[in-house]
């Protein structure tokens, strides 16, 4: 079953050996403070996907850089070109209204709606939402996958991440985010496929911050055994 790493999640990965199918790191405050870990990946994973800004503050701290055996793919966030001028969000969410690939809301009213979308083509970019397994989602749709199972996707700053125990903890931005960017784009996801078995997301975390109503949730392994053999047969 192909997975994806995204951010320090490549240490639980790496304790049960299991090589990801992808590595996805958009935030450079992350490429910043953990630059190594952005290395390992690379050297760990089967492929690697960074976006420009978080490759420049891996050669900030690592200037011999190079990604090894695994290929490395810039994926860059819709309207924040890494060279040139955004637009302004709301001209930038009318510009792509017609575009099949991009799935983008619009409001006169409210700027951070138009930040809010679903990209199928990640050529193209990807809508952040302020939180890496979002990416990693459109990006396993981009590759042609018809179900995401999302693990460990808490979205709760203050229940910590797993894999800095012992550590330092990095500032989480969660709770500033969650209302404004994080739900509402889930809840845009949800509802633009909500009517078709084209792409289906579940969560396998019963205590997740995400409301089953907008990802269905598998409480339990054997739910996740259930959903896979459907698929199979499918």
């Not at 590759?143 to 709760?156: I, P």
Request: proline fraction near 6%.
């Amino acid at each position: 079953m192909p997975m994806f790493a995204v951010n320090g999640s490549l240490a639980a990965f790496k304790a049960a050996d299991v090589r990801p199918y992808f590595y996805v790191c958009d935030d450079p405050n992350y490429g910043d403070a953990k630059s190594e870990v952005v290395i390992e990946a690379a050297e760990f994973s089967e492929n690697v996907a960074l976006s420009p800004s978080v490759l420049d503050q891996v050669l900030k701290h690592h200037e011999e850089f190079r990604p090894g055996n695994s290929p490395l793919y810039l994926v860059e966030r819709l309207n924040r070109p890494w060279h040139g001028r955004a637009m302004s969000d709301r001209r930038f969410s009318w510009s792509v209204r017609r575009d099949p690939d991009l799935m983008c809301r619009f409001s006169l009213w409210s700027k951070k709606a138009n930040r809010i979308g679903f990209s199928k083509n990640i050529e193209k970019g990807y809508f952040c939402a302020r939180t890496v397994p979002y990416v990693a989602i459109q990006l396993a749709y981009h590759l042609g996958f018809s179900h995401v199972v999302l693990v460990g996707v808490d979205l709760s700053s203050g229940a910590g991440r797993f894999y800095e125990e012992g550590e330092a903890p990095m500032r989480s931005a969660l709770d500033d985010d969650y209302e404004a960017l994080i739900l509402p784009s889930f809840k845009y996801m949800s509802r633009a496929f909500r009517r078709t078995s084209e792409f289906k997301v579940y969560n396998l975390f019963s205590s997740s911050r995400l409301p089953e109503s907008v990802i269905p949730r598998l409480e339990r392994l054997n739910d996740l055994d259930e959903l896979l053999k459907k698929i199979s047969l499918a």
